[in-house]
């Protein structure tokens, strides 16, 4: 949309929007700061249907236009080679037509457990459908799994649903550096990345602490501004955790313990060189 700077969407949409829709030259001016968390394909069906080829030809509700159900769970059925009777209309609205048989599914794509599915009063028969990862989806999707842990009154204690998953991606628009538009994006994302610590921590969704700010997001290029705002971060963040690693490593060693405190910094120096080469 034109005047937006950052938003969150999936990184199987680019390539949508690329092939699909035929934007020209859309990789350069949609860029990402960073990936964010794993959202998972939910696929809810009626009893009848146990299988994800058995929704051909029946009404799939979609969620509303625009959103990752949408786009990433219309992907998903075309990379299956499954057409189904698209309907786009909100979730709630959704699961009431499957009461009444009036739709046969419904598909959401966010990160589990959802408060959709979480406190959703379950109906006889009504259950998750499998979706097996195969080399259709090895390009931006991963396994995943749906547990009773993520949502109790819909699948049994100890069984899980298999499915899929795709990264979330923090996305900005690639603005002229001589904007004020893009002086503004470089202030948001110094403040993301020194702040990011706390978004790891209560009362921030759990899926915060799963994210690798410094993770790649295959077929999309990371924000300049980003790209140097880690690398001034990768160094400090990569030495505490090895310092980490090695004051273990030396504290599993009867012989650390008669060294000074001089010896072990020499020692950890030496270990970083030895890395470095």
């Known amino acids: 949309m034109r005047g937006v700077d ?4 999936q990184a199987d949409v680019l390539d949508h929007f690329r092939r699909e829709v035929k934007i020209p030259n859309i990789e350069s001016r949609i860029q990402y700061i960073s990936p964010l968390y794993h959202a998972e394909v939910h696929i809810y069906a ?3 249907f146990k299988t994800v080829n058995d929704l051909a030809g029946k009404k799939v509700a979609f969620n509303t236009p625009g959103s990752a159900a949408n786009l990433t769970g219309q992907v998903v059925f075309q990379r299956l080679g ?3 009777d698209p309907v786009l209309i909100n979730n709630a609205l959704a699961l009431e037509k499957m009461r009444t048989g ?43 799994t749906l547990a ?10 100890g069984e899980t649903v298999s499915t899929i998953a795709v990264p979330t991606v923090l996305a900005v628009f690639n603005w002229p550096t001589t904007s004020d538009r893009y002086r503004r994006i470089a202030r948001f994302i110094e403040a993301y ?11 921030f969704q759990p899926k915060w602490r799963e994210i690798n700010f410094a993770g790649k997001v295959p077929g999309w290029t990371r924000y ?43 020692l950890f120096n030496q270990f970083l060189k030895w890395q470095g080469r």
């Open 6 to 9: 950052v938003a969150i969407t």
């Open 46 to 48: 009626r009893e009848e």
């Open 82 to 84: 499954i057409e189904v």
């Open 102 to 144: 009036d739709l046969s599914a419904v598909v959401h794509v966010v990160g589990k457990p959802n408060d959709l599915f979480a406190r959703f009063k379950p109906e006889p028969g009504f259950h998750f459908i499998p979706v097996e990862y195969s080399s259709r989806f090895e390009d931006y999707y991963v396994p995943a």
């Open 148 to 157: 009773s842990e993520d949502y109790p009154s819909l699948i049994s204690a």
């Open 193 to 203: 990345f020194a702040k990011y610590d706390q978004l790891q921590q209560p009362p």
């Open 224 to 266: 300049r501004v980003a790209d140097e705002a880690i690398a001034k971060m990768k160094p400090a963040q990569n030495e505490a955790a090895l310092r980490s690693k090695f004051d273990t490593f030396l504290s599993s060693r009867a012989a650390a313990n008669s060294l000074t405190n001089r010896d072990r910094e020499e």
